[in-house]
């Protein structure tokens, strides 16, 4: 069984009466077509063995020198390349579109390339931010690709170089009455593109699944009434969390009633897994959740997150509401190197190559010069020996002041006068009569003894 892709623009694709047709004028996004072709001998009575076999042996030198004349494939992946299964669905579709927005091209994986003309209408319509000369279609390829028919090696090649897969498949409402739906699709086509994703070297895959994949009861048994739906996806994220693939997987509320101006009057609330029973989200916030998580890939590294919106909860960034999440798996240590990280100073070359130490800036500015001593206020010299009396018997003293004591910085004499000065301070009586000899408090007049 040989794979063969064919890569051709859509519009050619298509009779010009098929509605999936893209105007002439306008640019279309490129057909990727991947599919199966059995090798078989001709049932004609009139070819022999012999021919059968030298048909066979010239097939397989054809196919050894073609396979030796092209180069192996790049291991490279474009980290701008998302792979998207499930690009015509409710949330796919907006996926496509938020991804387009950010600046990632997009591998819109399709069963029917027919069915992917809304698709290309609703991109066709965008308007980008900043480059105006790209148009949005021209970073679409719609990929033709069957998860549940398609092998693992045809799976892996539709992904081609994408980094990211995008998992947003299940199985329709509308066809309720087949038992196998969910587990051909939610599970089985799930796990096909996990196995071709591991082998295809994805560097992370986002899966999108519903609350109450690991819970029993209500209300999760009224869903799984669907041929039980919600068992099948939670074998599709055991088959993910053991592929080894960083992973994020969604588990959003109910999608089915919301529409797009719910996050008018919603906010979204994300938490870790089995934490809500019930709620309601948009199918455009998960879309948005999907655009934030390929932007910020860090954030979602292999985290199980449920998401609600409700009315009374705050409007935050979503990534602040990823980091908020415990991851299950330690990042790796060359991740966290592409983590901007602040620059580091200078050493400075004068000493050396080592940085100087940092000195602690002092209090005060007179401790940097030895000499610079702070003003002080001139003191008072003791008073001189001499004294007079004045006409009304009062004795006042002359205090002279020493012509050294002003302060002024750098004088020695000023500084050993206030040396000086501050012992006899220490010394200083607690009486001022003490100073001076010949002063005497005050004393009330002794009566005099009686006469005889």
Known sequence: MDTVASLSPLRHGHPPSSPAACTTGRPSPRLLKVKQQRSSISSSSNSSPGAGRSRSRSRASASASSSAATPPPQKEKERDLVFVAGATGRVGSRAVRELIKLGFRVRAAVRNAER???????????????????????????????????????IAKAIGKASLVVCSIGASEKEILDVTGPYRIDYMATSNLV?????????????????????????????????????????AEEALIASGIPYTIIRPGGMERPTDAFKETHNLVAA??????????????????????AKNR??????????????????????????????????PAEEETEEAKPTEPKPDEALGGDQAPKAERPLSPYTAFVDLKPPSSPSPSPPSSSSSVTDGGTASSTLALDPNANGIPGSSSASDQLQGEDEKTQQRPLSPYTRYEELKPPSSPTPSAPKT
């Open 116 to 154: 992917a003309s809304s698709l290309v209408q609703s991109v066709q319509q965008l308007k980008l931010d900043g480059d105006a000369a790209i148009s949005p279609v021209e970073k679409l390829e719609i990929v033709e690709c069957d998860l549940e028919k398609q092998p693992r090696d045809g």
């Open 195 to 235: 196995q071709a994703a591991t082998a295809a070297k994805v560097e992370h895959f986002i899966l999108v699944t519903s609350l109450g994949t690991n819970k029993i009861g209500f209300p999760a048994f009224l869903l799984n009434l669907f041929w039980g739906v919600l068992c099948w996806k939670r074998r």
């Open 272 to 293: 870790a897994e089995d934490t809500y029973v019930g709620g309601l989200v948009s199918n455009l916030q998960v879309a948005e959740l999907i655009g934030c998580m």
């Open 298 to 331: 860090r954030a979602a590294y292999c985290k199980v997150v449920e998401v609600v919106a409700e009315t009374t909860a705050p409007l935050l960034p979503m990534d602040q509401l990823l980091s908020a999440i415990p991851s299950k798996r330690e990042p």
